[in-house]
């Protein structure tokens, strides 16, 4: 049992990288699945630095251009978790304040990431988060 927050992550790649990827546009495509896998693993293994085992599961469901907007879905574990939704506000909150992730050994900068329609910037409370998590 778990429960699922929708997060949008801007990972900052170059145009050349970014047609290095292939169709990542496609989420039945294998160039997805080989872009899909590393982002989902560097996203785990960050979450679990802040949340422990509280966190589930992140799983990417789409990319976007605009560098490369990843739709993913965090879930956090109803058994671990005493308060879900402070859990995954703690996660995000987190992540708008680390500026990059590790990809494939290959160090990438964030840019926007969204809960909803909201841009969260690094003056957004992890308070202010929660909320927008209802």
Sequence with gaps: QANMYRVQVTLMYDPNQIKQ??????????????????????????????????????????????????????????????????DASKLIHRLVNTKKLTINGTDVALGDIYVGDEKLTNSTTQCEIFNKLG
């Design 21 to 86: 990827f292939g169709d990542i546009w496609h989420n039945d495509t294998e160039d997805f699945k080989n872009l899909a896998k590393p982002v989902e693993a560097s996203l785990f293994e960050y979450g679990e630095t802040v949340i422990n085992k509280s966190l589930q599961n992140v799983k990417v469901t789409s990319f976007r251009n605009g560098s490369i907007i990843a739709d993913t879905d965090v879930y956090i574990n109803l058994s671990e978790s005493k308060n879900p939704p402070l």
